[in-house]
């Protein structure tokens, strides 16, 4: 069955320092990849997706995430963060053979500190 | 552009009460739409999706359903909330193909006392 793991809970950063969110999904021929941030009672906003092309995948607010097939991760960074980004942070998988449907990680909350 | 609409954004509802729950598309044709639950700390479990009017799949058995009277409209239902019910529904939609991403709604919090 398609599985993605969020290998962190929650991360604290201090602002304007590098912020690393970890996801591994496993393993399939032709997946898509996507990372969604949620602020606390919102909808998820699309940060960035991976459908095959270029590996390293650039999204909004400066978000960035590198998909790397040997080590099957797909992980989110940012090089300096900011107070608006504390929110949650889920990974998400689709698989071809799933049709639509999406396989979401367990969440990544992000604190940041002054 | 492609907007996606919830309501009621907050519901208080007594056990044994029903539930409907709207969801709207505007901007688009044809969406597969889908109904996610979140459970508080905890990630989104999909409820129903549909790929065309009238055209439903359930993902998990549960006290709840869903209906796609309109192309754009999706409602969720129960005949009688239980308090496990709690959460936050979000409804989500996509284009029809396989690499489409979801757009997400704001929500609606419900909570079953």
């Not at chain 1, 949620?38 to 909004?60: C, D, E, F, M, R």
């Not at chain 2, 869903?66 to 496990?84: G, M, N, T």
Request: net charge positive; charged share 15%.
């Amino acid at each position: 069955a398609q599985s993605v793991t969020q290998l962190d809970s929650h991360v604290s950063v201090s602002e304007g320092t590098p912020v690393l969110l970890r996801c591994n999904y496993s393993s399939s021929y032709s997946p898509s990849l996507f990372w969604y941030v949620q602020h606390p009672n919102k909808g998820l906003q699309l940060l960035l997706k991976y459908t095959s092309a270029a590996t390293l995948v650039k999204g909004i607010n400066g978000f960035e995430a590198e998909f790397k097939k040997s080590e099957t991760s797909f992980h989110l960074t940012k090089p300096s963060a900011h107070m608006s980004d504390a929110a949650e942070y889920f990974c998400v998988v689709r698989y071809k053979a799933a049709g639509n449907k999406l396989t979401f990680g367990g969440g990544t909350r992000v604190l940041v500190k002054p | 552009s492609q907007t996606i609409h919830q309501w009621p954004a907050t519901l208080v509802q007594p056990v044994g009460s029903p539930l409907s729950l709207e969801c709207t598309v505007e901007g688009t044709s044809n969406p597969n739409l889908y109904w996610y639950r979140q459970a508080a700390g905890r990630g989104l479990q999909l409820l129903f999706y549909s790929v065309g009017i009238g055209q439903i799949s359930s993902e998990v058995p549960q006290n709840l359903s869903a209906s796609r009277p309109q192309d754009r409209q999706f409602i969720l239902s129960s005949k009688k909330l239980l308090l496990s019910d709690s959460g936050f529904y979000l409804c989500a939609w996509s284009g029809s193909s396989s690499y489409n991403e979801q757009f997400f709604g704001p929500g609606t919090r419900l909570t079953v006392l």
